[in-house]
T-cell receptor, first 110, second 113 residues
Framework: GENVEQHPSTLSVQEGDSAVIKCTYS??????FPWYKQELGKRPQLIID?????GEKKDQRIAVTLNKTAKHFSLHITETQPEDSAVYFC?????????FGAGTTVTVRA | NAGVTQTPKFRVLKTGQSMTLLCAQD?????MYWYRQDPGMGLRLIHY???????AKGEVPDGYNVSRLKKQNFLLGLESAAPSQTSVYFC????????????FGPGTRLTVT
């Protein structure tokens, strides 16, 4: 099955700086790559996703890039704000199911 | 429109007891999922369903059973609970494929003593 590795496991950034989280996947059949944000005690919520026919996608301060050849994808958050502090999960999947990375705890220092 | 709901929110079981977690969605989604979330391990798929009357095993299915008798409901059963099943359980649903946004429920925190 699919194996998703996520790095780093923790990330501390100064407010206003950028944050980058990287993920690799193993199954070349995966065609969907979402990113979820989970605040403490809350449910995961989708923040951005990308499909295998697209190399990059941006939504305001958040961007995701995908390199299918190398089987890795990344999340970029620019101009970080305190409300960006949360756990972020990457995932990779096909038409039926997703496999999630272990998560990155992002702390934005004021 | 409540989205995805889960009952109960919290539960404490003794080893060997059984219980059923209920997930309900009112978005007419075809696909539904059960995950468990443990510290440092992300979300791991237990079982999933691609439509009413169908179920399939995920990454960690042992010790769990599921049923999808109605499109809007997905039940997760523990026949004989073990301490290793202490976890937070999330249900999710998606419109018509795994390659669409999954909407998560609020979670059920289960402790097995």
């Amino acid at each position: 099955g699919e194996n998703v590795e996520q790095h780093p496991s923790t990330l501390s950034v100064q407010e206003g700086d950028s944050a980058v989280i990287k993920c690799t996947y193993s199954d070349s059949a995966s065609n969907y790559f979402p990113w979820y944000k989970q605040e403490l005690g809350k449910r995961p919520q989708l923040i951005i996703d990308i499909r295998s026919n697209v190399g990059e996608k941006k939504d305001q301060r958040i961007a995701v890039t995908l390199n299918k050849t190398a089987k890795h994808f990344s999340l970029h958050i620019t101009e970080t704000q305190p409300e960006d502090s949360a756990v972020y999960f990457c995932a990779a999947g096909d038409d039926y199911k997703l496999s999630f990375g272990a998560g990155t705890t992002v702390t934005v220092r004021a | 429109n409540a989205g995805v709901t889960q009952t109960p929110k919290f539960r404490v079981l003794k080893t060997g007891q059984s219980m059923t977690l209920l997930c309900a969605q009112d978005m007419n989604h075809e696909y539904m999922y059960w995950y468990r979330q443990d510290p440092g391990m992300g979300l791991r798929l237990i079982h999933y369903s691609v439509g009413e009357g169908t179920t399939a095993k995920g990454e960690v299915p042992d010790g769990y059973n599921v049923s999808r008798l109605k499109k809007q409901n997905f039940l997760l059963g523990l026949e004989s609970a073990a301490p290793s099943q202490t976890s937070v359980y999330f249900c999710a649903s998606s419109l018509s494929s795994g390659a669409y946004e999954q909407y998560f429920g609020p979670g059920t925190r289960l402790t097995v003593t």
